[in-house]
T-cell receptor, first 112, second 114 residues
Framework: QKEVEQNSGPLSVPEGAIASLNCTYS??????FFWYRQYSGKSPELIMF????GDKEDGRFTAQLNKASQYVSLLIRDSQPSDSATYLC????????????FGTGTRLTVIP | ETGVTQTPRHLVMGMTNKKSLKCEQH?????MYWYKQSAKKPLELMFV???????ENNSVPSRFSPECPNSSHLFLHLHTLQPEDSALYLC?????????????FGDGTRLSIL
């Protein structure tokens, strides 16, 4: 079982719609969760981080964490073509100081 | 400007060459990381340095040798690499090396082994 799993996509949504990206993780004791955006040929860029159950909003982005179900999601409201990128989920697992594991990423395409 | 600068951006080398990748961070962080990113695979953590001390080595082959002279600079020395080592190598930094703080990435070095 992979530590962090994401649907590789591609996920296509029309401009203005809500894009929903999901991530599940294997370690129930995980405490820290991150979403990164990576444009083709570029480095990962931090979008959001969340530590507590519930929702965290920042502009058009909302991270949702459900530790009981072991998933974290990222919602992008009013999707724009510039949001087209690969979104990486990263989870700090228990059992080590630096056990930050990344998913393979979900490719999002926003269609104008 | 990402705050984390990597050089070179692209590197092509033969299997018998020796080269080094350089990373410099201007964010005042105390932890630095090397990651390998291959197609269709998740980012793989290679090494972690926290306050110049190596705290993680995720079973990386000895043909990769890291060096961290201070909290702002990180090197990855390469020798006798294999074709499967071709990948994007990313450097990152964070305030401390506990893994629960956001990491800031450089633009990476695209490495191709002939």
């Amino acid at each position: 079982q992979k530590e962090v799993e994401q649907n590789s996509g591609p996920l296509s949504v029309p401009e203005g719609a809500i894009a929903s990206l999901n991530c599940t993780y294997s370690d129930r004791g995980s405490q820290s969760f991150f979403w990164y955006r990576q444009y083709s040929g570029k480095s990962p860029e931090l979008i959001m981080f969340i530590y507590s159950n519930g929702d965290k909003e920042d502009g058009r982005f909302t991270a949702q964490l459900n530790k009981a179900s072991q998933y974290v999601s990222l919602l992008i409201r009013d999707s724009q073509p510039s949001d087209s990128a690969t979104y990486l989920c990263a989870v700090k697992l228990e059992g080590g100081a630096n056990n930050l594991f990344f998913g393979t990423g979900t490719r999002l395409t926003v269609i104008p | 400007e990402t705050g984390v600068t990597q050089t070179p951006r692209h590197l092509v080398m033969g299997m018998t060459n020796k080269k080094s990748l350089k990373c410099e961070q201007h964010l005042g962080h105390n932890a630095m990381y090397w990651y390998k990113q291959s197609a269709k695979k998740p980012l793989e953590l290679m090494f972690v340095y926290n306050f110049k001390e190596q705290t993680e080595n995720n079973s990386v082959p000895s043909r990769f040798s890291p060096e961290c002279p201070n909290s702002s600079h990180l090197f990855l020395h390469l020798h006798t690499l294999q074709p499967e080592d071709s990948a994007l190598y990313l450097c990152a930094s964070s305030p401390t090396g506990t893994g629960d703080q956001p990491q800031h990435f450089g633009d990476g070095t695209r490495l191709s082994i002939l």
